[in-house]
C-alpha cells in the first residue's frame, strides 16, 4: 500500500500563494475576514510562514498539516476521530469530531482548524462550493486531508477502467495548481518516485523532526 | 441526653428563613442567566467565546481543573483524617464531603461547556479510544463520582434516621426511604462502620488518581511547559491545597449563618490551619521546582512560555498567584497569633482565588507560546465565558444552600461518639498521625 507524502521545493516556490487559494477552493474551507483571522479564528488549510531556518535565515513554507507517521493529535482523541489511515493521511471523522480540541493542542504545528461559528461564505461564493467536499458543521476539527476526496476519486476510476491505481492518478489541489512546480506528490514508500528521491536527498529535512513526529510532508532546503 | 445538643444541628434543616430565600433567589437569578447564556452558546457555537487559534483552551478548562481540584476537599482530606483517627476532624467531615460531590457534576460540566459538539458528548463512551488522556479522566472521574457519593452517604444513615424519626408528610417519606431501615442495632452499626472504614481507605488512591490523570491530560502533550513529569503530584498538591481552603471557607460560612459557634470552634481551624500551612509549604516547593528547571535548562520554546509568565504578558497574574497562594497564607498561617478563624478566612479566600489563576497561568500562557510561527493573539475570556462561570460558582452555592436544609451539615452521630474518643490521652490524634 502506498504511503502519500509531499515535497516542497523552498527554492522553486515563490510565495505566490495560488496553493493557498486552491485549497480553499477545493475543500470548501470557510470564509475568513481579517477580523476573524486578529481574533485566532482564520480558516485555511494551508499558509504561508516564516520559519527560521539555521543560519538565521527566515524561509517562507507553505504550512499544512504534517502528515505525520507518529501524530501527536491522533493519540490524545477520545473518540476516534482523528486517526492515522493504513495509506499514512491522518484522516478526521467529521460526525464523530466532539470538538474537544484536544487534537489541536497536541498538535506541535498548530495546523488543525476549529470550527468556532457555522461556516459562511459571500452569496455569490456559494454556488462554486465543491460538491466532492462535505461542509463541515459547526464545532468540529478540520484541517488538510492531502484531498483524500482526490485519491477515492482515482481509486474508483482505476477500478471502472479495470486497472491498478497509479500513483499519478491522484495528486492534491496544490501540487496541482503550483506555478513554479515547488510541488511534488507520490508514494514514499516506492523507492523508484520522484519524492522518494527528494526525500532522500541532502536538501531535505522535515519540520521540527527532532519532536519524533516523522512528517511527510518534506522540504527542501533553498539557496544550494 | 444528646437530644439538646443536637437541636442547633437540627433546627436549621426543617425552617427556612427570610434571608436563605433571598440568598436563593438571588444566585437562582444568576443561574437563570447562565442558563440563557448557555443556550446562545449552543446556538452560536463555540464563537461565543474569545478562544482562538492557538489558544484553544480558557476560561471552561480553568475552571474543569479548579473544580476537580476542589473536589479534593472532602472524601479526601475527611478519609486521611478519619484513618488517623483524628477526633477533632468530627464536626467538619460531612461538610468537606459535600463540597467533594457537588463540585465534581461542576468540573465535569465545565468540560461539556467547552465541547463544540456536546450534542455528540456520548460518543466518548459509544466510541472509546483509551489512549486518550481524557478517557482516563472520565474513568477516573466516574469511579470518584461513585466513591464519594458512596462516601458521604454512609455516614449519613444514621442521621437520616434521626430526622426521620422527628418529622412527618413528605419529609417522612424521604428520609424513611434514604434510611435504608436503620434503627441501630448493633450489628448494623458493626457493618456500618466497617463500611466506612473499607470506603475511607479506598477512595484515597481514587482521589490521587483523579488529579494525576487530570494533569496528565496536558502532560501527555510535547507542548512547552505542560510536558513536565512532575505535574501528577503537582496537580495533586494543588487540589488538596485549594481543596482545604475551600473547607475553611464553607465552614465559616456555615458557623457563621447557622449559629455553629459551639460545634466549630477555633481548634478546628487551629488544626486545618496547620494542616494548610504544610500544603502551602508543598505548593510553593512544587512550583519553585517546576520554574527552575524550565528557566535552568534555557531551552527556547520552554523558555518563551517562562518568560510569558514571569517578566511578559502573564506577569502580573502570575504573581498575583504567588502572593495569594504563598505569601499571604504563609505569613497568616506561620504565626499562631494570626490562625484565627479570621486569619485562617482570608488565607483560604487568598488560596482559592490564587489556585484559579494558577490553574488558568497553567493553561493559557502553553497555549499562547506556540511552537509553530503562527499567528497568536492576547486572550481574554468573553462575556458569555465569564456568565457560564458566574453560573457554575451560582449553582454550587445554591445546591450545597439546599443540602443544608435536607441534611445536617454537622454529623450527629459522630458528634456523640466524641467524649468517649476524649476519655483518651489527650494527645492521642499526635501521636497517631506522628506513627502513620
Not at chain 2, 483552551?57 to 478519609?79: D, P
Not at chain 2, 461538610?95 to 466518548?124: C, H, K, Q, Y
Not at chain 2, 472509546?128 to 469511579?143: A, E, G, N, Y
Not at chain 2, 504563609?330 to 482559592?352: H, K, M, Q, W
Amino acid at each position: 500500500m502506498a504511503r502519500w507524502g509531499l515535497v516542497i521545493d523552498l527554492d522553486r516556490c515563490t510565495a505566490c500563494q495560488a496553493c493557498v487559494v486552491a485549497c480553499k477552493h477545493e475543500n470548501n474551507v470557510p470564509f475568513s475576514t481579517p477580523e476573524t483571522s486578529a481574533r485566532g479564528r482564520l480558516m485555511t488549510w494551508i499558509q504561508l510562514v516564516g520559519v527560521e531556518m539555521p543560519g538565521g535565515t527566515t524561509a517562507m513554507m507553505p504550512m499544512m498539516c504534517q502528515q505525520c507517521d507518529r501524530p501527536p493529535c491522533t493519540d490524545v482523541c477520545p473518540t476516534s476521530a482523528t486517526y492515522l489511515n493504513p495509506e499514512g493521511i491522518v484522516a478526521q471523522i467529521y460526525p464523530r469530531c466532539i470538538g474537544c480540541r484536544y487534537c489541536t493542542n497536541a498538535c506541535p504545528y498548530a495546523v488543525k482548524l476549529f470550527n468556532w461559528t457555522a461556516p459562511e461564505w459571500p452569496e455569490s461564493m456559494a454556488p462554486m462550493r465543491n460538491p466532492d467536499v462535505s461542509i463541515r458543521p459547526m464545532g468540529v476539527v478540520e484541517k488538510c486531508t492531502f484531498c483524500h476526496h482526490r485519491l477515492q476519486q482515482a481509486r474508483e476510476e482505476a477500478r471502472a477502467a479495470g486497472r491498478a491505481l497509479a500513483a499519478e492518478d491522484y495528486v492534491p489541489a496544490c501540487v496541482q495548481t503550483c506555478p513554479s512546480d515547488a510541488m511534488m506528490f507520490g508514494d514514499l514508500d516506492d523507492p523508484h518516485s520522484q519524492v522518494a528521491g527528494l526525500a532522500a536527498s541532502t536538501r531535505a529535512f522535515r519540520w521540527m523532526e527532532d519532536l519524533g513526529t516523522r512528517p511527510k510532508v518534506v522540504y527542501l532546503r533553498e539557496g544550494e | 441526653m444528646a437530644q439538646p445538643e443536637i437541636e442547633p444541628i437540627i433546627s436549621p434543616i426543617l425552617s427556612v428563613g427570610p434571608s436563605f430565600k433571598r440568598w436563593a433567589m438571588a444566585l437562582g437569578a444568576v443561574v437563570a442567566w447562565a442558563a440563557m447564556v448557555w443556550v446562545w452558546q449552543l446556538y452560536y457555537g463555540l464563537g461565543a467565546t474569545n478562544l482562538g487559534r492557538p489558544i484553544y483552551w480558557g476560561l471552561y478548562i480553568t475552571n474543569f481543573v479548579f473544580f476537580i481540584g476542589v473536589s479534593h476537599a472532602g472524601t479526601l482530606i475527611s478519609a486521611i483524617l478519619r484513618i488517623v483517627h483524628a477526633e477533632w476532624r468530627r464536626p467538619i467531615t460531612r461538610m468537606a464531603e459535600v463540597i467533594t460531590v457537588l463540585v465534581l457534576f461542576f468540573g465535569v460540566g465545565n468540560v461539556i461547556l467547552d465541547l463544540g459538539r456536546p450534542d455528540r458528548a456520548l460518543s466518548v463512551i459509544l466510541h472509546p479510544h483509551f489512549r486518550s488522556p481524557l478517557l482516563w479522566d472520565i474513568c477516573s472521574i466516574s469511579v470518584y463520582l461513585v466513591c464519594s457519593t458512596i462516601y458521604l452517604y454512609l455516614p449519613l444513615i444514621p442521621d437520616i434516621a434521626v430526622l426521620r424519626d422527628r418529622t412527618s408528610g413528605w419529609r417522612h417519606t424521604f428520609y424513611h426511604r434514604l434510611a435504608i431501615g436503620w434503627i441501630g442495632s448493633p450489628a448494623q452499626w458493626h457493618r456500618l462502620e466497617r463500611a466506612i472504614g473499607i470506603m475511607a481507605i479506598g477512595v484515597i488512591p481514587v482521589a490521587v488518581s483523579v488529579h494525576t490523570v487530570v494533569s496528565w491530560v496536558f502532560a501527555m502533550t510535547i507542548q512547552p511547559m505542560w510536558h513536565s513529569s512532575i505535574f501528577g503530584p503537582y496537580f495533586v498538591v494543588g487540589a488538596i491545597f485549594s481543596g482545604i481552603a475551600a473547607i475553611i471557607t464553607a465552614m465559616v460560612i456555615v458557623r457563621k449563618v447557622y449559629g455553629l459557634e459551639a460545634y466549630l470552634k477555633p481548634v478546628h481551624f487551629n488544626n486545618l490551619g496547620i494542616l494548610l500551612l504544610v500544603m502551602t509549604c508543598l505548593w510553593f516547593y512544587f512550583t519553585f521546582a517546576e520554574h527552575l528547571t524550565a528557566w535552568y535548562a534555557q531551552e527556547p520554546r520552554e523558555l518563551s512560555v517562562f518568560d510569558a509568565k514571569l517578566y511578559g504578558r502573564f506577569a502580573p497574574l502570575f504573581w498575583t498567584m504567588i502572593a495569594c497562594c504563598f505569601v499571604i497564607p504563609f505569613t497568616i498561617l506561620a504565626n499562631p497569633r494570626t490562625r484565627t478563624i479570621i486569619g485562617t478566612l482570608v488565607a483560604s479566600i487568598a488560596i482559592n482565588i490564587g489556585m484559579w489563576i494558577e490553574r488558568f497561568t497553567i493553561v493559557v500562557p502553553s497555549l499562547s507560546n506556540p511552537r509553530a510561527p503562527v499567528h497568536t493573539f492576547i486572550y481574554w475570556p468573553s462575556w458569555v465565558e465569564w456568565s457560564l462561570m458566574a453560573g457554575c460558582f451560582a449553582a454550587f452555592t445554591l445546591l450545597y444552600m439546599g443540602f443544608t436544609k435536607l441534611f445536617p451539615i454537622i454529623s450527629i452521630w459522630e458528634l456523640d461518639e466524641e467524649p468517649a474518643a476524649e476519655a483518651a490521652p489527650a494527645a492521642r490524634p499526635a501521636t497517631t498521625l506522628a506513627e502513620a
